[in-house]
C-alpha cells in the first residue's frame, strides 16, 4: 500500500509540476504580448510636410527610410492644384507639428506668407528655387506648374534634397544617397519619354488646363489652345459652347482631357467636334506610393503615343 501511495505520490507531483509549468509559460507569453502591446509608438524626431501631391511624392522618396523621419501631405490626396486653396484651422494645427514645409513654390501655394507669418519656425524648402518660371499671359502671373516637366521636376528634387541634407545633417548621407537614386530612375524616365515622342505624327494638341506649358516646352509639343477650366467644375452651357468653337477653329484632333476634369463635359466637347478624347495627367492626384509620378507619366507617354503617332 505504501508503494503505491509513493507511485501516486509521484504521479500527482508530476501533473502539478507540468502545471505549474504550463501555467508560467503561458503567464510569460501574456506578459510578454501585454508588453509589446503597451509600447508605444516612437515619435518621430523630423516631421516633414509636404504642401500638396507631386511635392508628397518627391520628398517621399528622398526621406526613404531615414531613421525618425515622417513625411506627411498637407492636404488630402484628391485636392489636387492649390490655386484657390484655403487654408484650414486644422491645416495651421498640423503645420504647427511639423519641422520642415516642403512647397512647389512659384506662386502656387497662395497661403505660404500666412504660414510663414503665423509659424516663422518652420523651416520652408522652396522646391523651384532657382528654376526659370514661364510667365502667364497678362496678369495672370507665373504659371506654377513646374514638376509637369520631368527634366524641371529633376532640378525640384536636387533642391528638396540638398535642402533637406542641410537641415538634417545627421541624416544628410541618407538623403543624398536616396536623392540620388531617386534623380537616376527620373532620368531614365526623360529619356524614355524623348524617345518615344521624338517621331510622333503632329505635336498640336488641346488641353482643359494651364497645367501642361512646361511639359510641351520639353517634349517640344505645341498647345494650340488651353480650355480655361479649374479640373472639378463643370463648365456652364455658355462655357461649353465657348470651349466647343476654339476646339473647332483650331482644326487639331486631339483632345486631352485631365483625369481631375468632368468626362462628361470632355466626352461631350469631343461628340460636337470630332476630336479624339485622350488623356494627359498634370500628376496633381494619385496613389500615395513612391512609385507615383513615374507611373503617371509612362502612363501619359503611352497616350501621347496613341494620339499622335501615324
Known sequence: MK?????????LLGASLLAISLLTGTN?????????????????SLTIMASFYPMYIATLNVAKDVPGVEVL??????????????MTTDD????????????????MEAFLDK?????????????????????????EGDNPHIWVSVSLHIKQVLNITAKLAKADPSHADQYMKNGAEYIGRLEQLRKKMHEGLKNIQTRDIIT??????????EFNLNIAAV?????GSEPSARELANTIEIVKKSKVKALFAEPQYPAKAAETIAGETGAKLYTLDPAVTGPMKADAYID???NNLTELTKALKP
Open 3 to 11: 508503494k503505491h501511495v509513493t507511485k501516486m505520490g509521484r504521479t
Open 28 to 44: 510569460q507569453v501574456l506578459s510578454q504580448t501585454t508588453t509589446a502591446e503597451a509600447k508605444p509608438k516612437q515619435k518621430a
Open 73 to 86: 501631405n498637407l492636404t488630402r490626396p484628391q485636392t489636387g492644384c492649390l490655386h484657390d486653396y484655403q
Open 92 to 107: 495651421m494645427l498640423n503645420l504647427s507639428h511639423a519641422n520642415i514645409f516642403v512647397v512647389n513654390g512659384a506662386g
Open 115 to 139: 504660414v510663414v507669418a503665423q509659424l516663422p519656425a518652420l523651416k520652408i524648402i522652396n522646391a523651384s528655387e532657382g528654376i526659370e518660371v514661364i510667365k502667364g499671359p497678362g496678369d
Open 208 to 217: 482643359f488646363h494651364e497645367a501642361f506649358p512646361y511639359f510641351a516646352r
Open 227 to 231: 480650355i480655361e477650366r479649374e479640373p
Open 296 to 298: 503617371i507619366m509612362e
